[in-house]
């Protein structure tokens, strides 16, 4: 089944009088259960394309596919459902809740989506040992380094093991052994839980996670590798 679905993408950005095309026409399938990098310089159009593919930003043309759902076709408010229910967000802002700890904002992250019952806490708490934060899990957003933050909210993007991960260099800020512990739990959930997950990234240490690598050059793909990595 393909998961991910993208038919001639086309977004056109307008500045003043001047129209910027940002994407030309972009066709992505990415199978259920797919690990797929998106690589490519900056300013080729990767964040849009992800923001597209997530229903935050609306293409000038063509339809998008999640899960069978072309959400192209949504209203707003359906389409903060279907984020909602199916879809963990890694962006580079954190967006964590100030005023509570990490371990409540993965755990209200949970009752978000529908998860109720005395197992969140303990649910919530495995997941940010497994971003190595498990003696953290009482610190307010303002006692975590920009790391420690970027680690939670990876752990409340993964909370209620979501259908897709759509993430935005989720290992840029964390050093290797995090890094490397955050894409295993990616892993983990791509090949036990038929997760699809979609990383933008710069970062060479992860391309050996990959299924599957595609290329963006000023709005194109440029190639997509095929990688036997044994992995999967
Ligand atoms: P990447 O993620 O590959 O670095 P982006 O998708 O962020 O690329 O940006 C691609 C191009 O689109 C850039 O030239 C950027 O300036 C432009 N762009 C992105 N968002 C907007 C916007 N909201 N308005 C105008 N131009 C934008």
């Known amino acids: ?9 086309q977004m056109s950005f307008m500045s003043g009088t001047t129209e910027t095309k940002v994407l030309k026409g972009i066709d992505l399938a990415i199978p259920s259960g797919q690990i797929r990098l998106m690589m490519g310089p900056s300013g080729s159009g990767k964040t849009t394309l992800l923001s597209i ?3 935050i930003l609306t293409p000038s043309a063509g339809q998008v596919e999640l899960l069978g759902q072309e959400i192209t076709q949504l209203s707003r408010k359906q389409l903060t459902v279907f984020r909602r229910d199916h879809i963990g967000f890694i962006f580079q802002s954190f967006n964590l809740f100030p005023a509570l700890t990490a371990l409540e904002n993965i755990e209200l ?4 989506k529908g998860k109720k019952g005395p197992g969140n806490q303990e649910i919530a708490f495995d997941l940010l040992k497994q971003v190595g934060l498990g003696d953290r899990v009482n610190n307010l957003p303002a006692d975590l380094s920009g790391g420690q933050k970027q680690r939670v909210a990876i752990a409340r993007a993964l909370a ?5 991960i759509m993430a935005d260099e989720p290992t840029a800020a964390l050093d290797s052994s995090t890094g490397r512990d955050v894409i295993e739990l990616m892993q983990y959930l791509a090949k036990n839980k038929g997760c699809t997950v979609l990383i933008i990234t710069h970062d060479p240490r992860i391309t ?7 290329y963006l050059e000023d709005g194109l793909l440029a190639s997509e590798s095929s990688l036997v990595t044994g992995l999967h």
């Open 53 to 55: 593919l997530a229903g």
């Open 109 to 112: 992250a949970l009752q978000l």
């Open 208 to 214: 050996d996670a990959a299924d599957e690598i595609t």
């Open 160 to 164: 209620g093991e979501p259908e897709l």
């Open 1 to 9: 089944m393909v998961a991910i679905a993208a038919h001639n993408i």
